[in-house]
């Protein structure tokens, strides 16, 4: 089945002069609108991005667009005119969204979070009204959980962040301890679903398992300063940020078990190896 609007494996089934013709078991016979790569054969696999042209007929182009349907990403507009604004999106033919899917009239220079989807003639468009497609809640998360980011609305609480294209969730500011920009992708996790089942996110793995190779990049970083690291219990989080790359209460842990082991020594402003020759 091909699957319009987004990316498909399909099989070269014709040769036509210097055109090439794409298809599976099922399909007709799509036309490949740029070159095929040198000595294509029939019955060669090509990855295309599959739309339908000006024309209403299906066309596949082996440049694979910044998004695909059933995707939300944040795009520049380069023109707009009667039917709605446009966006660059990595295909010579901007992507429209039209002037019904805008929540504010789209302004070139701009860039706007947008959802691709199918319109009723299977063109590929896309909208700004992008919380009809996204869930507050979910029962299916698990804590813990890695995940796709892409940070969207900076609020007084934290950051909202789309996940998986599909939910919202939140980035605290007081465990966010890197700078994230509107639009920008990255991974995270699921901190925890909350009693009223909406979504807390973290950008650093929760949980314990962190802890052992923690403490010894810990034990590393100490051994390279004389036995002597200027942070403790009490550093600001953003210092332990700023050493390790992970939040206070993951540090807290990790010393704490090396305390436990009598690794370390512990006062208000330091930790110290308790013997600096030993390792």
Avoid at 124 to 147: M, Q
Avoid at 197 to 219: A, C, N, R, S
Wanted: a neutral charge; glycine letters at 6%; proline letters at 4%.
């Amino acid at each position: 089945m091909i699957h319009i609007g987004k990316t498909n494996t399909l099989k070269i089934v014709k040769q036509q002069g210097a055109d090439f013709y794409l298809g599976d078991e099922t399909s007709n016979k799509i036309l490949l609108v740029d070159k095929a790569p040198t000595h294509c054969q029939l019955n060669d696999s090509l990855e295309v991005f599959v739309y339908v042209d000006t024309d209403g007929h299906l066309a596949a182009t082996r440049k694979i667009p910044l998004a695909q349907v059933d995707e939300i990403a944040w795009l520049p507009v380069v023109s707009v005119n009667y039917t709605g604004a446009f966006l660059a999106w990595g295909l010579p033919k901007d992507l429209l969204v039209p002037f019904s899917e805008q929540h504010l009239e789209m302004e070139v220079g701009h860039s706007y979070l947008v959802k691709l989807f199918l319109d009723d003639k299977s063109r590929v468009v896309a909208t700004t009204k992008i919380n009809r497609f996204l869930a507050e809640t979910s029962v299916y998360f698990k804590a813990g959980e890695k995940v796709s980011l892409l940070i969207a609305e900076k609020t007084d609480l934290g950051i909202k962040a789309i996940i998986n294209h599909t939910h919202w969730g939140m980035l605290y500011h007081n465990e966010l301890f890197q700078t994230v920009q509107i639009g920008q992708k990255l991974d995270g996790y699921i901190k925890q679903i909350r009693e009223d089942l909406k979504i807390d996110l973290t950008l650093h793995q929760p949980g314990y398992g962190k802890v052992e190779p923690l403490t010894e990049t810990i034990l590393a970083k100490l051994q390279a300063n004389n036995g002597v690291l200027m942070l403790s219990d009490k550093s600001p989080p953003e210092a332990i940020y700023a050493a390790f790359g992970v939040s206070k209460k993951a540090f807290k842990q990790a010393i704490g078990a090396l305390y436990k082991d009598h690794k370390i020594i512990l006062d208000k402003t330091a930790i110290k190896l308790v013997n600096p020759q030993s390792r």
